[in-house]
């Protein structure tokens, strides 16, 4: 067995792993040795990876340039040239004018694929973004098994986060597990919805030159935000959408560029998730949207251990077994329940130029063994009970720790603008906001210290009445 060294990883108690790609075939293959190999060294082994000799090894530049070559064929042919058609007219039309963006990110990521380069997918943990994620691992399985230069375990590290900004201990984080290898091609970050706000530049700003970099996301596109300057931005925002158009979506619109496997399901999820107009709750995808939102609010109920790391294998791994699917769908559903008809009674009204503002204090409901539901999440689900109760425009502001969330009936996206009013305590306030930012009618802030959240509640209840009582200026 002779091939190319592309790829090596150490692993710290002297055995190195080696992804290779034969000679004959393109095909990567993975060994490991103690053995210290350079990328782009042409070596042979035993075909069953567990000796490596020493006599074939040399710098073989020729080889190099063949497989550099194949990879780009590969990436050409991988790629379907027609855009993707979901049914939902104002979506298609959005992903169709995205399509030659979509298939740029694409090529990228089968060339990575096909020189074993490290891959982290860094998606949101909620159900827009997971969904994304899921689709996306379940649309490179079928890319493996269609092109065979591509079947083997690809060497991607996924990472589930849980905030809508990629800030400076992410990027070390990232740069830490990037710099544990050697490969012939740079490393790529493909981030699913991590939002636009100011906060993430400095970790961009870190990874940019270690990386090639694909991110996907559908967050109102804040001024000044670095991620516009990464050569794979994707926005909806910059093709006639908005943020209807979810993150999930996109990402399973990306994945639908080298892949036909349905992700129907995990659409229709994502839109039902991020509360997209675009979403169907008679359609599959409304109980993975619950599934998703209930396991990456807790990984101790998916996974046995809190603070763990979901990945789309665990994900696969519940959703294939259809008695634990059942079981922690229902959990979730009688759980919500409870929640929301206790918050119902706890709620505070603010009045606000023909609009009810409410505040609610969540630590006073949270059960300190389940962290489902997450407030911020829960405050769109409680939003959406309100309004039902009421028949009115509403808004909420929930608060639990450092953590407030802002959620605005939809029918006030005229008349209120949160991630404006974010930005308006951001100048007066400073250091006291930690992150903050979000959608128009749907929005968060995290603070700096717990001891500031009455005076900034305040604030944001006086900001909101005033955008209500003068009208938003365009």
């Given amino acids: 067995?002779?091939?190319?060294?592309?790829?090596?990883?150490?692993?710290?108690?002297?055995?190195?792993?080696?992804?290779?790609?034969?000679?004959?075939?393109?095909?990567?293959?993975?060994?490991?040795?103690?053995?210290?190999?350079?990328?782009?060294?042409?070596?042979?082994?035993?075909?069953?990876?567990?000796?490596?000799?020493t006599a074939d090894i040399r710098p073989d530049p020729a080889g190099l340039e063949k497989l550099r070559k194949n990879a780009e064929e590969l990436s050409g042919k991988a790629i379907y040239k027609e855009s993707y058609r979901s049914g939902i007219g104002e979506i298609d039309a959005v992903t169709e004018r995205m399509w030659k963006g979509l298939s740029e990110c694409a090529s990228l990521l089968?060339?990575?694929?096909?020189c074993a380069a490290p891959i982290i997918v860094r998606f949101h943990n909620d159900a827009d973004g997971s969904s994304g994620a899921y689709g996306l691992y379940k649309s490179l399985e079928s890319l493996s098994a269609r092109i065979s230069a591509l079947d083997y375990e690809y060497n991607i590290t996924w990472i589930m986060h849980p905030s809508v900004s990629y800030g400076s201990y992410e990027a070390g984080s990232d740069l830490m597990i990037a710099n544990s290898?050697?490969?012939?091609?740079?490393?790529?970050?493909?981030?699913?919805?991590?939002?636009?706000?100011?906060?993430?530049?400095?970790?961009?700003?870190?990874?940019?030159?270690?990386?090639?970099?694909?991110?996907?996301?559908?967050?109102?596109?804040?001024?000044?935000?670095?991620?516009?300057?990464?050569?794979?931005?994707?926005?909806?925002?910059?093709?006639?959408?908005?943020?209807?158009?979810?993150?999930?979506?996109?990402?399973?619109?990306f994945a639908k560029t080298?892949?036909?496997?349905?992700?129907?399901?995990?659409?229709?999820?994502?839109?039902i998730g991020d509360y997209s107009d675009f979403g169907n709750a008679d359609e599959p995808g409304a109980e993975l949207s619950m599934l998703l939102d209930l396991v990456t609010s807790d990984t101790r109920i998916a996974l046995g251990q809190p603070g763990a790391n979901l990945t789309p294998y665990e994900i696969d791994r519940i959703i294939g077994d259809a008695a634990r699917r059942e079981e922690l769908t229902r959990y979730a559903s009688l759980r919500l329940s409870e929640v929301t008809a206790l918050a119902l009674?706890?709620?505070?009204?603010?009045?606000?130029?023909?609009?009810?503002?409410?505040?609610?204090?969540?630590?006073?409901?949270?059960?300190?063994?389940?962290?489902?539901?997450?407030?911020?999440?829960?405050?769109?689900?409680?939003?959406?009970?309100?309004v039902e109760l009421e028949s009115r425009p509403s808004i909420l502001i929930v608060y639990s720790g450092r953590y407030i969330s802002m959620r605005a009936s939809k029918d006030l996206k005229d008349r209120i603008d949160l991630v404006r009013l974010i930005d308006v305590i951001k100048g007066r306030h400073g250091a006291v906001i930690e992150a903050g930012g979000g959608h128009r009618v749907a929005a968060g802030i995290k603070l700096s210290d717990k001891a500031d959240r009455s005076r900034i509640v305040r604030e944001i209840v006086e900001g909101i009445k005033e955008q209500l009582s003068q009208g938003l200026r365009a």
Wanted: glycine share 12%; proline share 4%; charged share 20%.
């Fill in 1 to 53: 067995m002779i091939g190319i060294v592309v790829c090596s990883k150490s692993s710290g108690n002297g055995e190195s792993r080696y992804y290779v790609a034969l000679e004959h075939s393109m095909k990567i293959v993975e060994v490991r040795s103690t053995l210290g190999f350079e990328p782009g060294e042409r070596i042979a082994a035993e075909g069953d990876g567990s000796f490596i000799s």
């Fill in 110 to 114: 089968v060339r990575k694929l096909a």
């Fill in 181 to 253: 290898y050697s490969s012939i091609e740079k490393p790529l970050l493909l981030v699913i919805d991590f939002g636009t706000s100011l906060e993430s530049n400095p970790g961009i700003a870190a990874v940019r030159d270690k990386f090639d970099v694909i991110w996907l996301d559908h967050h109102p596109i804040v001024e000044g935000f670095g991620g516009l300057g990464l050569e794979h931005y994707i926005s909806p925002w910059l093709h006639g959408g908005d943020s209807n158009y979810t993150a999930g979506f996109l990402a399973c619109a």
């Fill in 258 to 271: 080298f892949s036909q496997t349905d992700t129907r399901e995990m659409e229709n999820a994502s839109l």
């Fill in 345 to 386: 009674t706890l709620l505070k009204q603010h009045n606000g130029d023909g609009v009810r503002i409410y505040t609610l204090d969540f630590e006073g409901i949270r059960d300190e063994q389940s962290k489902y539901p997450l407030p911020g999440r829960f405050s769109s689900k409680l939003l959406g009970k309100i």
